[in-house]
T-cell receptor, first 116, second 114 residues
Framework: AQKVTQAQTEISVVEKEDVTLDCVYE???????LFWYKQPPSGELVFLIR??????QNEISGRYSWNFQKSTSSFNFTITASQVVDSAVYFC?????????????FGTGTRLTVIP | ETGVTQTPRHLVMGMTNKKSLKCEQH?????MYWYKQSAKKPLELMFV???????ENNSVPSRFSPECPNSSHLFLHLHTLQPEDSALYLC?????????????FGPGTRLTVT
C-alpha cells in the first residue's frame, strides 16, 4: 500500500485564486515526519516545510499554509492568491522514526498550473 | 557554488556505454542520496550514504554502481543500461541520516538510454 497519496494528479487555477493540494499518509509509527517539496520545470526539488507528528499546529509562511490533521492522516497545502511562479509539481513525503533512517516515501505529486 | 550540484544535466548514452553521474554538496551535510524519478511514478530511493558508508541499497540492479569518496561527493556509475533506465536522476543531501532531517536536492541529470 502506498504510504503517501496525492489524489490530485493535475490542478489548474487562474492567477490570484486560492488552491489546496491534498496529501493523505499512512503509517503505524507514532513518531513520523511530513514534508512538502516543490519541483519547478528546472527539475530541482525545493524543500518547503517539515512537520513532526507530535506538533499539529498549522503553519503559515507568506502565501503558503499547511493544515496537519492526525485524525484524518492528512497534511494539506494551501496557496493563497496563486501566482504564475507557483506552477510546478508539488510532492508530499513521509519519513518514519521506527526506520531510524531518512527514507522518504514520496507521493506521486500534483502538477499545479497557474494560468495568468 | 551553493547547495547541491549535479553534472551533467543531460546525458544520452547507448546500452553498451559506460558513464558516470556526479553530485557535489556544499552544505556540510553528512548523508547523501540517489533517487530515480520516472514519469507517473513516485521518486524511488536508490542508494543512501552516511559519512561515506553505504547504508541503504534498495534492490537496485548492479548496472548502477554508487561511489562516495568523501562526504561532499557522490557518483553513480552506469554501465550496460536498458532503455527503461531512462529517467531523471536526482541527488540529495541531508545534515544527518536520521528521519527528521529534510533533504536538499540537486537539479538532476536527465538520462536517456538509446
Amino acid at each position: 500500500a502506498q504510504k503517501v497519496t496525492q489524489a490530485q494528479t493535475e490542478i489548474s487555477v487562474v492567477e490570484k485564486e486560492d488552491v489546496t493540494l491534498d496529501c493523505v499518509y499512512e503509517t503505524r509509527d507514532t513518531t513520523y515526519y511530513l514534508f512538502w517539496y516543490k519541483q519547478p520545470p528546472s527539475g530541482e526539488l525545493v524543500f518547503l516545510i517539515r512537520r513532526n507528528s507530535f506538533d499539529e499546529q498549522n503553519e503559515i509562511s507568506g502565501r503558503y499554509s499547511w493544515n496537519f490533521q492526525k485524525s484524518t492522516s492528512s497534511f494539506n497545502f494551501t496557496i493563497t492568491a496563486s501566482q504564475v511562479v507557483d506552477s510546478a509539481v508539488y510532492f508530499c513525503a513521509l519519513s518514519e522514526d521506527q526506520t531510524g533512517a531518512n527514507n522518504l516515501f514520496f507521493g506521486t505529486g500534483t502538477r499545479l498550473t497557474v494560468i495568468p | 557554488e551553493t547547495g547541491v550540484t549535479q553534472t551533467p544535466r543531460h546525458l544520452v548514452m547507448g546500452m553498451t556505454n559506460k558513464k558516470s553521474l556526479k553530485c557535489e554538496q556544499h552544505l556540510g551535510h553528512n548523508a547523501m542520496y540517489w533517487y530515480k524519478q520516472s514519469a507517473k511514478k513516485p521518486l524511488e530511493l536508490m542508494f543512501v550514504y552516511s559519512l561515506e558508508e553505504r547504508v541503504e541499497n534498495n534492490s537496485v540492479p548492479s548496472r548502477f554502481s554508487p561511489e562516495c569518496p568523501n562526504s561532499s561527493h557522490l557518483f553513480l556509475h552506469l554501465h550496460t543500461l536498458q532503455p527503461e533506465d531512462s529517467a531523471l536522476y536526482l541527488c540529495a543531501s541531508s545534515q544527518d541520516f536520521a528521519p527528521n532531517y529534510e533533504q536538499y536536492f540537486g537539479p538532476g541529470t536527465r538520462l536517456t538510454v538509446t
